[in-house]
């Protein structure tokens, strides 16, 4: 059973996303009901992850209600192909999804045969800038997906922040703040996903530009379960410590040069002591340059004479 009670809707939706992607007209000016088996996920999908749950829940309300939005696909350029008796066949496969691959998953769970279709002229850089906008700013699509997505369209694409900024019709420091989570390593991912710590705080452990500093205290954020409060205070703390041992090493440093200035002047204040008692009259010049001192002697090969 296929309804599209949203259907016209859902593909006003998309033509004027692509429109304003700058991204050509669909192939066909209306749906076409495209086989499931000819159906192939998006490999630039934004979401990665697709909750078991939600897609029987989805396939269960496929069941009562049917399809309720198309989907957004496209022909796909990389179809593989075998040679039979030196025939050659192409997979199944000829169709990439660009929107609605939850969709597709559950409506193969509802055992459909069929599903309604928006056929996009659209490349691989332009699916990856409609998947993303479309899952942009779903609640289930984490921020770790946002920014790999945002990622991947920046290298399809060859774009910079600024020009998928434009694009996404985002501000440039919001792309910005986006990638910044990718500096995460996986393990650190996996723990504030675990965690549930939101994006904010999230900005806030990137303060800390040590990898490993950063991963022990996530560690022990998920060991001791602390609240995002607690998580604030700690990094505070860390960077409030390392900015003081950074002061007292630079204090150190200074002491010791000073030390070792103090030692080579006195070093020179006996050299000269011992060549006065010695007969020879040492003349001396000392100027303060600022960044270093400026010592001129003038010694006498020959004691002076005895009177």
């Known amino acids: 059973m296929v309804i599209l009670s949203k259907a016209k809707t859902k593909e006003v939706r998309i033509l004027k996303l692509a429109e304003k992607l700058g991204i050509k007209k669909p192939l066909l000016p209306s749906l076409s009901y495209i086989p499931v088996c000819k159906l192939a996920p998006n490999p630039l999908q934004p979401r990665k992850h697709f909750s078991k749950e939600d897609i029987e829940s989805l396939a269960h309300s496929i069941k009562q209600s049917g399809i309720l939005q198309p989907l957004c696909v496209r022909l796909r350029e990389d179809v593989p192909t075998v040679s039979i008796n030196g025939q050659v066949v192409k997979a199944e496969a000829i169709y990439e999804i660009i929107a609605g691959e939850r969709r597709w998953r559950a409506a193969q769970l509802a055992g459909l045969d069929k599903l309604p279709c928006i056929i996009m002229n659209a490349n691989a850089g332009d699916s990856a800038k409609i998947a993303l906008a479309e899952n942009m700013f779903r609640c289930d699509l984490s921020f770790f997906e946002q920014a790999a997505a945002m990622q991947n369209i920046m290298i399809v694409c060859g774009l910079n922040q600024t020009e998928l900024a434009e694009t996404l019709g985002m501000r440039q ?17 996996r723990i504030i996903k675990d965690c549930g710590y939101a994006e904010r705080l999230c900005r806030h452990f990137l303060r800390i530009e040590n990898g490993t500093a950063r991963l022990k205290l996530l560690r ?70 600022g960044d270093f001192y400026e010592l001129h002697l003038v010694i006498p090969k020959a004691r002076r004479k005895c009177q």
């Open 173 to 189: 420091s919001t792309v910005a703040n986006k990638l910044r989570l990718l500096r995460f390593s996986e393990e650190e991912r």
């Open 220 to 289: 022990s954020a998920e060991a001791h379960c602390w609240s995002s409060e607690a998580c604030e205070k700690r990094i505070e703390a860390y960077l409030k410590n390392d900015t003081d041992i950074q002061k007292k090493g630079a204090h150190q440093r200074t002491v010791s040069a000073l030390s070792d200035i103090r030692f080579f002047m006195n070093s020179v204040e006996k050299a000269i002591g011992l060549a006065a008692a010695a007969g020879f009259e040492v003349e001396r010049t000392d100027n303060d340059l």
